[in-house]
């Protein structure tokens, strides 16, 4: 069964603070790893997609990086609004298999 | 391009009753997935739908629960004799493919008194 662990839980930093958010994963055949944001009440939002080792994406302050075992989300000089939760999930079969999110909060 | 589309927003019933959750899906998406998230944890699989054919159910309790996705209208996830235990927000994604592209409604909030 695909496994995705998330850490940390949870993520308190001061607006500017770079940080990275880890995301371990065990799956038979990765067809691709994605990240998504989610705001509270609402649904989750699509950042990224990966599906090589090596490969790096970027949108304004975040960079998704993967490798074999493990994707980041590097946050680069945060601002509040972005705080949220943060959802990897891996796709094996034909299905999203998440992990439990790690949720960031960025104070001023 | 309206996006994934769920309703109601929120839902309450009372112990015993039936809850019906729509999703119409992105135009263009024949591929429908539902998720179930309770509070402070991720998002669990459920079911994966095409058109008139339940793909994948393996995430879906074998009783009570069932989906269907009909040639015409939006897709519906039934739970029929609610518990408590039901409680919680459930997610409707649809993609174009099914390999990609993986759009969330807003989700219905479930609330079973």
């Known amino acids: 069964e695909d496994q995705v662990t998330q850490s940390p839980e949870a993520l308190r930093l001061q607006e500017g603070e770079s940080s990275s958010l880890n995301c371990s994963y065990t799956?038979?055949?990765?067809?691709?790893l994605f990240w998504y944001r989610q705001d509270p009440g609402k649904g989750p939002e699509f950042l990224f997609t990966?599906?090589?080792a090596g490969e790096e994406k970027e949108k304004e302050r975040l960079k998704a990086t993967l490798t074999k075992k493990e994707s980041f989300l590097h946050i680069t000089a945060p601002k509040p609004e972005d705080s949220a939760t943060y959802l990897c999930?891996?796709?094996?079969?034909?299905?999203?298999?998440f992990g439990a999110g790690t949720t960031v909060t960025v104070r001023a | 391009n309206a996006g994934v589309m769920q309703n109601p927003r929120h839902l309450v019933r009372r112990r015993g009753q039936e809850a019906r959750l729509r999703c119409s899906p992105m135009?263009?998406?024949?591929?429908v997935y539902w998720y179930r998230q309770l509070p402070e944890e991720g998002l669990k699989f459920m079911v994966y739908?095409?058109?008139?054919?339940?793909?994948?159910e393996s995430g879906m309790p074998k009783e009570r629960f069932s989906a269907e996705f009909p040639k015409e209208g939006p897709s519906i996830l039934r739970i029929q004799q609610v518990v408590r235990g039901d409680s919680a927000a459930y997610f409707c994604?649809?993609?174009?493919?099914?390999?990609?592209?993986?759009?969330f409604g807003s989700g219905t909030r479930l609330t079973v008194v």
């Open positions: 999930a891996v796709q094996a079969q034909r299905k999203l298999s």
């Open positions: 135009k263009g998406h024949s591929h």
């Open positions: 994604a649809s993609s174009p493919t099914g390999e990609s592209g993986y759009t």
């Open positions: 990966l599906y090589s």
């Open positions: 739908l095409q058109k008139e054919n339940i793909i994948d």
């Open positions: 799956v038979s055949g990765l067809r691709g």
